[in-house]
């Protein structure tokens, strides 16, 4: 399996940005789907998945009512939508496969995509 991300960019506080990850190789609709994020100096964590066999979301605190995580399994990708943006935003995004679909642990990474949020 392989994950390719990309819609990172530079966005002023308060904008918009969606995030792409297209799975390519041996994917199933019942593997769940993540994105986490990096801030420079500080761990990876975790920001949202959507679970296989029936789409469950579950998100992180701090994206809880600005991001939304979606799934388009005709073209095995998962998207990022991200509002209301803030600095504390700005990290590198990573999408994750898992092959269970309750994506306990995650066994494929895409690469990062960039996202800066400034003010």
């Known amino acids: 399996v392989q994950l390719q991300a990309s819609g990172g960019g530079s966005v002023q506080v308060g904008g918009s940005l969606r995030l792409s990850c297209a799975a390519s190789g041996r994917t199933s609709s019942s593997y769940a789907l993540a994105w986490f994020r990096q801030a420079p100096g500080k761990e990876r964590e975790f920001v949202a998945n959507i679970r296989g066999r029936g789409g469950t979301t579950n998100y992180a605190d701090s994206a809880k009512g600005r991001f939304t995580i979606s799934r388009d399994n005709a073209k095995n990708t998962v998207y990022l939508e991200m509002n209301s943006l803030k600095p504390e935003d700005t990290a590198v995004y990573y999408c994750?496969?898992?092959?269970?679909?309750?994506?306990?642990?995650?066994?494929?990474w895409g690469q990062g995509t960039q996202v800066t949020v400034s003010s």
């Open positions: 994750a496969l898992s092959l269970a679909s309750t994506g306990h642990r995650y066994e494929y």
